[in-house]
């Protein structure tokens, strides 16, 4: 996995605050990593992310979806907001996943052609 961390969007974060927004998402996908190399079990990043999620709040993400689209390079377009870019990525094997502002995230699935957008907060 690759993480990326956007500076030039927002230069006043440094790259452990940038984590720190994360939250225990980031421990969330090196669980769900490690599970699938080292163990073989088989589970989507979204089911994996949801079940966590869902064990820590009492409520998953499945269906606490938010519109928009994100584009090739991570860019969360909205017809009623601003263009949103990602502080941190992670380059996954399923796709990259984004974080953005306000808890509001990019889960890979179908390969990493389209995302389900979610808030985790």
Known sequence: MIITYNTKKYPDMT???????????????TEWNLRRTC??????????LH???EARSGMGIKDRHLTGEIDNEGVLRHPEDPP??????WDTEEGNVYFYPYSVMGIPTLGGSKYQVVRMD
């Open 84 to 89: 949103m870019h990602p502080f941190m990525s």
């Open 15 to 29: 790259t452990h605050q940038m984590m720190g927004w994360g939250g225990f998402i980031p421990l969330w996908i």
């Open 39 to 48: 163990f073989a079990i088989q589970e989507t990043l979204f089911d994996h």
């Open 51 to 53: 079940t966590q999620y």
